[in-house]
């Protein structure tokens, strides 16, 4: 004996098509989908912009990279003039390496200790 209730297909499409007819049901029904749609829309820019925030305050400050390499090559070439161990060719390439290092750090001059720190580590 089976006593399964069998689902009328055709019942079933009678009924959808009354309740899509009926114009509460349709303008409610296009309300909650446009409403998901916003709500969609919403996620999906918020991701969008919080990944753009993350993605630019990863990147390392290449400018700043560059000073911090110009400046360790003038102190170990002033180290080398310290020392006594210099000519003039080393000097003059000194001399030429600090108005470089000057030119290239212009923008960090005024920096904070601990950002400076912190910008090092992002070029190691």
């Known amino acids: 004996m089976n006593l399964k209730p069998k689902f009328n297909w055709k019942e079933s499409k009678i009924i959808m098509q009354v309740a899509i007819n009926n114009s509460c049901v349709t303008k409610t029904l296009k309300q909650s989908i446009f409403t998901f749609q916003k709500t969609k829309m919403k996620q999906f820019l918020f991701i969008v912009s919080f ?54 750090c212009q923008d960090y001059v005024n920096m904070d200790g601990e950002q400076m720190l912190a910008r090092k580590k992002e070029c190691k």
Do not use: P, R
């Open 51 to 104: 990944s753009i925030i993350l993605v630019s305050c990863n990147q390392k400050d290449e400018k700043f990279c560059e000073c911090l390499a110009k400046s360790e090559e003038f102190n170990v070439m002033n180290q080398a003039i310290l020392n006594g161990k210099s000519d003039v060719a080393t000097v003059k390439k000194a001399v030429e390496l600090k108005k470089e290092k000057q030119k290239v």
